[in-house]
């Protein structure tokens, strides 16, 4: 009887594989395997509950019209439904008997329809509905607060089309990748925060992978992990905070396979965090960070100084704070990690302003923040110049040392030269060295004509002023 039955669902899937794509297909085909035939009775076995039922609810016309084709307008389905069976490590069967089922008449033919009990929320919030599940969102993480650099812009416009269109975009999912502090949490919930404001009616919940791995535990234990993938089900948008942390728990891997099948084949969105990109994840299982490579990974990086600037300001502005706009710049270029310690720093740094009873200035700034800063005083280096002013103009390190006539990198070398020369106690020889062998005829010519642009052309002088700040706060 079981080859006769897998011989009937062979040709059933041939049929079926021509008209459904190839990747639903693969997630909701493949696994199913044939039992037995009794009649006009085909028994299939699917791997879970929520499986059958997505199968009912997307699949259920199709399956009817081909079954219908091998075994005639009498033809029936029913389901064998694998069982998770808790802490013992095996797996048992279900099938569906006909005293616990009612009948769902699609025009076609009968199908079974398991009835199932109310589904419970991890959230434990009594008498769910779906708009009463709490988002777990943070209000204070939203767009406005994230400001905006080359070190993240890919990132937050990704994140601004993912709230206006939620699973109607080609980021699906997002996965948001960075170091500690750069604001991945902030980012992931300000998309939370936005799409409940455009759209009131959908379902959004921002969980953490600890809890999520913690909660799915705790229904095992109770034989309730099809409760757990049920609730999970019923969210429009789902974010998943530090995702690598799955690397530790195999089971709860599967369940979130299974959660974000139905939720990505279902049209609902999903935004993922993580410490590194998915192709670095270790210990996540391969069908998962395939899944991860569906939509858009994007990076956020250490914010460059301008970005930096501009987070204290704004975290000035927003607590109603005022300092001297050299404090300001100090602490932007010597706290140059992430963002979190930032903010850190600032708030220490009000932090004795207030406790001491005096105004904020450099030189408090520089007693306060030597926990953050390596050193108050030290000595600047030629290298350090260099990287100063390619950041400054966007100019790479290489050019800086190469033969060219374009005008930028011409002017950037000149200014790197007088800086140097300002600044270091370096010979006029090691400082032409440190620019691809050029001798000090050149750095004397690049220092002189520095000197004549600035007295003849502002913007060049604005520049050349600036970058000297830079240096100087990075001497101090």
């Not at 035939?37 to 028994?43: A, P, Q, T």
């Not at 033969?403 to 950037?412: D, F, L, N």
Request: a neutral charge; one cysteine or more.
């Amino acid at each position: 009887m079981t080859n006769s039955a897998e011989s009937i669902w062979n040709n059933c899937l041939k049929i079926i594989k021509d008209i459904v794509d190839w990747q639903p297909y693969k997630t909701w085909f493949e696994p199913i395997k044939a039992v037995e035939i009794k009649g006009n009775v085909l028994m299939i076995q699917v791997p879970s509950q929520f499986f059958f039922e997505y199968l009912e609810e997307h699949y259920v016309n199709l399956l009817a019209k081909t079954l219908k084709r091998e075994l005639g307008k009498d033809a029936r389905l029913e389901y064998r439904i694998m069982v998770d069976s808790g802490n013992n490590g095996r797996n048992g069967s279900m099938d569906v008997p006909a005293g616990n089922m009612k009948m769902y008449n699609n025009n076609e033919m009968d199908f079974p329809l398991i009835i199932n009990s109310p589904v419970k929320n991890p959230f434990v919030i009594p008498g769910l509905k779906k708009m009463q599940i709490d988002p777990q969102l943070n209000h204070a993480y939203v767009f406005d607060a994230f400001i905006e650099g080359d070190c993240n812009r890919v990132a937050r416009r990704a994140g601004k089309t993912v709230a206006e269109k939620p699973g109607a975009n080609s980021f699906n999912p997002l996965v948001i990748y960075g170091g500690v502090g750069l604001g991945k949490t902030h980012l992931a919930q300000a998309i939370g925060n936005d799409v409940k404001r455009l759209h009131p009616n959908k379902v959004v919940l921002y969980v953490s992978s600890e809890k999520f791995i913690n909660q799915f535990q705790d229904h095992s234990r109770n034989n309730a992990i099809n409760d757990f993938i049920h609730f999970y089900q019923l969210i429009d948008v789902l974010i998943i905070d530090d995702v690598q942390f799955f690397a530790r728990a195999e089971k709860s891997q599967d369940a979130f396979f299974a959660i974000f099948n139905h939720l990505h084949q279902s049209g609902k969105q999903l935004i993922l965090t993580s410490d590194k990109p998915p192709k670095d994840l270790d210990g996540l299982q391969e069908r998962l960070l395939s899944r991860f490579r569906w939509g858009l990974s994007a990076d956020l990086q250490i914010p460059d100084y301008e970005t930096r600037i501009e987070i204290l300001e704004r975290k000035m502005k927003n607590d109603g704070l005022d300092m001297p706009k050299e404090v300001v710049k100090y602490v932007a270029y010597n706290i140059n990690t992430n963002v979190r310690e930032l903010e850190g720093a600032l708030i220490s740094l009000l932090a004795q302003s207030s406790l001491n009873k005096r105004e904020i200035d450099l030189e408090l700034a520089k007693k306060v923040l030597r926990n953050f800063v390596k050193t108050s005083s030290k000595e600047i280096t030629i290298d350090a110049i260099q990287k100063m002013v390619c950041e400054y103009f966007d100019v790479p390190y290489d050019k800086l040392l190469q033969k060219t006539r374009k005008r930028e990198i011409v002017q950037a070398r000149q200014i790197t030269m007088y800086l140097a020369k300002a600044f270091t106690k370096n010979s006029l020889k090691t400082i032409g060295e440190h620019f691809g062998g050029r001798d000090h005829t050149t750095v004397i010519h690049s220092c002189q004509t520095v000197k004549d642009l600035m007295d003849t052309d502002s913007l060049f002088r604005e520049n050349v002023m600036e970058l000297t700040q830079k240096v100087q706060l990075a001497a101090m």
